[in-house]
């Protein structure tokens, strides 16, 4: 029983620690309106620096993402967090644009770290039997905690003074926390080896798993965009189309979306890998339509709505996504598999909102955001359209 309580311990402290990385990478969201207006610079920009975070991320995965294997995951960890501390170092210290571009980076890079280190920190502290429960605290504290980085620095900026520096100051306080947390926890790899022997991981895609990753990765990318659409534009879409300019609000608006995403993963277990993918699909169009209709009628409401249910359905799709993929995946090539899920996961971040960033110009915000929803949508209706026809069967 003590041996229960000193695994559960060191799982949610691990836990813990994780929130505060994944806090850190969507900690400028709400903040980005006032850097726009004290740097002087366009919706496409902002699109870019948030979009370097998706760079760091998967240049972490390719390159070290197996490095926890190796050297352990303490090590792993507190690289994470010196990269998260360096970011809020840049933005506390921004005096210009590449301030930002350097802190998004660096940002990406922790969330690199953390994604696969943290993840695997919770699951193998936790003590027999409780792999479940494991992989509910690894679920909920990453969206949790990407949800509560625009909440926390959305409060802070409202209702505090210096809203560009005190919320990394926050941030960085509850980093070095995490650091001494770090350095007391136990060391989960017991065989580990010099960092020479880490290899960079080739993401790639056996014949036999593609029927189920065209479809899955489509979703993943949708949902993707569609986080990455919040957490990027929405913002300047709340002051300058609603007049919303409490920086609370908004960042509620996008910790909405993320707090969605962990319900949608945690419903995957009752419903069931097979029905969640196409589930989740119907959530992320239910989502795209409820944001178009915001775009259109300028309704507080119906941004609400579209984080609420486009967040759920993401979260529904991304796990059952991850499920049948690693099912459908050969223990040999199954790491290299669910790479290339993330890449292209993480690529929806990025591209199309750079995407929306041009068009914001010729178009104007709303213009371009009808664009995006409707490229979106007919991905997700031809994922969704083929699942219909082939289910996902996990496990072959």
């Known amino acids: 029983m003590a041996g229960d309580l000193r695994g559960w311990r060191v799982s949610v402290l691990g836990g813990a620690v994780f929130a505060v990385c994944m806090t850190g990478t969507t900690l400028p969201t709400p903040l980005y309106p006032l850097y726009q207006e004290k740097f002087h610079f366009s919706e496409l920009t902002v699109t870019v620096v948030y979009a370097m975070y998706a760079v760091g991320v998967i240049g972490v995965l390719l390159l070290a993402g197996n490095a926890s294997d190796a050297v352990g995951r303490r090590p792993v960890l507190l690289w994470g967090l010196g990269c998260a501390a360096a970011s809020g170092v840049c933005f506390l210290s921004a005096t210009g644009l590449g301030w930002l571009y350097a802190g998004r980076l660096l940002s990406g890079f922790s969330a690199g770290l953390f994604t696969g280190a943290a993840t695997a920190y919770v699951m193998e502290s936790a003590p027999p039997g409780g792999a479940s429960r494991a ?226 110009e010729p178009m104007g915000l709303e213009g371009a955001g009808l664009v995006f929803i409707a490229c979106m949508a007919a991905l997700v209706v031809a994922a969704a359209g083929y699942l219909l026809r082939r289910p996902v069967t996990v496990g072959t």
């Open 135 to 360: 992989t509910f605290v690894a679920t909920a504290v990453n969206m949790g905690g990407l949800g509560c980085g625009p909440l926390l620095a959305g409060v802070l900026a409202q209702y505090a003074a210096r809203p560009l520096y005190l919320p990394f100051a926050v941030h960085l306080a509850l980093v070095a926390c995490s650091v001494a947390v770090v350095l007391w926890l136990p060391e989960a790899v017991e065989e580990r080896r010099p960092l020479r022997t880490v290899r960079p991981q080739r993401p790639g895609v056996p014949p036999r798993v593609r029927p189920v990753f065209g479809p899955a990765a489509t979703a993943s990318f949708v949902g993707f965009a569609l986080l990455g659409l919040f957490t990027s534009v929405s913002p300047a879409f709340l002051a300058q189309s609603l007049d919303v300019t409490d920086h609370a609000v908004s960042g509620a608006v996008v910790a909405l979306a993320f707090f969605a995403s962990t319900g949608g993963q945690l419903a995957v277990g009752p419903i069931g890998v097979r029905r969640s993918l196409p589930l989740g699909c119907a959530g992320l169009l239910a989502g795209l339509a409820a944001l178009a209709g915001a775009l259109y009628r300028d309704l507080l409401a119906l941004v609400v709505l579209s984080a609420a249910v486009g967040g759920f359905g993401q979260g529904l799709a991304f796990r059952g996504a991850l499920s049948a993929v690693g099912g459908a995946s050969p223990a040999d090539r199954r790491a290299a598999v669910i790479s290339s899920l993330f890449v292209v996961a993480y690529g929806g971040i990025s591209v199309p909102v750079i995407g929306v960033g041009l068009l914001t």
